[in-house]
Nanobody
């Protein structure tokens, strides 16, 4: 069984920064592709960013390019999301997801088989 635990969410003013962490249990974390998704009230869950098992390949939603950075530390079984220059439209519950059957990421939430509980990010204007 794989468990994902997110942390680091909170309330921040526009222009501020937050760093989300996702600790993953599992002996083969280094082989998992990982993704960060978000869901705002009344909206569908959407991809924010994703990373391959090695970290060599990443994807970013257009609206977060240049502001968000995904990274992973395979020795610590942790994936991070550094969010800078936050905007009110970034407000959502952020979820970390693991794709344990593939080392390549997917941009479709159906491509991930384990999910964290989510952490709230609120950006005030």
């Amino acid at each position: 069984q794989v468990q994902l635990v997110e942390s680091g969410g909170g309330l921040v003013q526009a222009g501020g920064s937050l760093r989300l962490s996702c600790a993953v249990s599992g002996r083969t974390f280094s082989r998992y592709a990982m993704g960060w998704f978000r869901q705002a009230p009344g909206k569908e869950r959407e991809i924010v960013t994703a990373i391959s098992w090695s970290g060599d390949s990443t994807y970013y939603k257009d609206s977060v390019k240049g502001r968000f950075t995904i990274s992973r530390d395979n020795a610590k079984n942790t994936v991070y999301l550094q969010m800078n220059s936050l905007k009110p439209e970034d407000t959502a519950v952020y979820y970390c997801a693991a794709r344990t059957y593939s080392s390549s990421y997917s941009t479709n939430p159906n491509g991930y088989n384990y999910w964290g509980q989510g952490t709230q990010v609120t950006v005030s204007s």
